[in-house]
């Protein structure tokens, strides 16, 4: 009695441990084996490589069952606005979905209500399942944010670009201003190097919308290190809302891949102390649990 109460705690804690300790060394190696790739790939094989990463099987399922549960009833089951609530989605392309919910403007309580810039409903990476489901279904519109090289972008030509372009609506501050009819163009303080870049390309409610020819891509970079650099106030370090999931994030998603692991195996080592075994052990799946409500607070501290 006594011996099996005792296994019956130890035998978890020890896997935990184990599990922890693995993990541990697993997040490691994804550090060392991140930081010595990185130097050796172009920026373009780099980019390639994420953009095919970007899109896996399990990524648009997840996206579909998000945009059934969160967004079907006002756009339409194939995000076409047949509903008459909302506009169709079809063919905006991946950047302008992830901008209305990096900016918590979607989802919506109710058809009438007024995108407002909210803490968004999703993490990050249901963000991009979401964004590239609606994307999958007509090519076109505006893509992710790309990486940006905000190294050697000018910051002079940046201001002078803004003052131009965006002031006008924006304030040269960036403190946002009333537009006519009763519309309102938001401050800039707090969006992410990828919100600007996306704002800029799909033109959201009465933004316009400035194409490459507007724009070129290098006057945009300079523009949005402008932007995020000048009129911001420095923001979330983690990458929410960035086109990219950097070191943290892989670090987070490892952490908690890790614990879930654990978690899992002591209540399957516990439970077979007890039971004979029935279940398959590795029926943990791999739902957005772990990767949900931790991430999305990052952009709390920002
Ligand atoms: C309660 C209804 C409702 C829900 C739920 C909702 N939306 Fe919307 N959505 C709207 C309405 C209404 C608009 C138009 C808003 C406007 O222009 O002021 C809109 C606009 C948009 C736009 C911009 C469209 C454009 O033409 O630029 C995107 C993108 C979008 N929604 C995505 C989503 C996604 C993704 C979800 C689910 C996470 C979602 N919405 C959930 C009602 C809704
Ligand atoms: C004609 C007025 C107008 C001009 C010009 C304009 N914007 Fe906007 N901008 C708006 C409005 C209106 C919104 C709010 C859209 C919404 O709420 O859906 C907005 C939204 C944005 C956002 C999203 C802000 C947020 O709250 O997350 C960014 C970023 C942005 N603009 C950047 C720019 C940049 C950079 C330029 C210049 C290249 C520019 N805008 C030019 C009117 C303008």
Redesign the pocket.
């Known amino acids: 009695m006594g011996l099996r109460l005792l296994r019956k705690i130890l035998v978890p804690f020890a896997a935990l441990v184990l599990a922890a300790a693995i993990a541990t060394i697993a997040m490691g190696h994804t550090h060392s084996t991140t930081a010595a790739s990185t130097p050796s790939m172009s920026p373009e094989a780099m980019q390639l490589a994420s953009l095919a990463s970007q899109t896996t099987k399990g990524q648009l399922a997840e996206g579909y069952q998000l945009f059934a549960a969160h967004c079907s009833f006002c756009h339409g089951t194939r995000a076409d606005g047949t509903t008459g609530i909302a506009p169709n989605l079809q063919g905006l392309g991946a950047g302008t979905v992830d901008?209305w919910l990096s900016?918590g403007?979607m989802p919506l309580k109710t058809p009438s209500a007024q995108?407002e810039?909210k803490v968004p409903s999703f993490s990050p990476s249901q963000i991009r399942a979401i964004a590239m489901w609606v994307a999958s279904l007509r090519p076109g519109g505006v893509p992710l944010a790309p990486k940006l090289d905000l190294k050697s972008a000018s910051l002079s030509t940046g201001f002078s670009?803004?003052t131009l372009?965006?002031a006008?609506?924006?304030t040269i501050t960036g403190a946002g201003d009333a537009?006519a009819d009763g519309?309102?163009?938001?401050?800039?303080h707090g969006?992410s190097a990828a919100?600007?870049w996306e704002?800029?390309r799909s033109g959201?409610?009465?933004?316009?919308i400035?194409g490459d020819r507007n724009?070129t891509p290098s006057q945009l970079e300079d523009?949005v290190r402008y932007?995020t650099q000048k009129i911001e106030h420095p923001q979330n370090p983690g990458g929410l809302g960035l086109g990219g999931v950097g070191p943290v994030a892989e670090g987070f998603l490892g952490l908690f891949a890790g614990v879930g692991a654990c978690l899992a195996a002591a209540y399957w080592v516990g439970d077979r102390t007890e039971r004979e075994e029935e279940e398959d052990p590795h029926g943990h799946g791999t739902d957005h649990g772990p990767e949900g409500p931790e991430t999305a607070p990052e952009g709390a501290h920002a």
Do not use: E, R
């Not at 519309?183 to 800039?188: E, G, R, S, T, V």
């Open positions: 901008l900016t403007w995108p810039n670009l803004f372009n965006c006008p609506c924006h537009l519309y309102h163009a938001p401050p800039l969006i919100q600007v704002a800029v959201p409610q009465n933004m316009p400035f724009i523009i932007v």
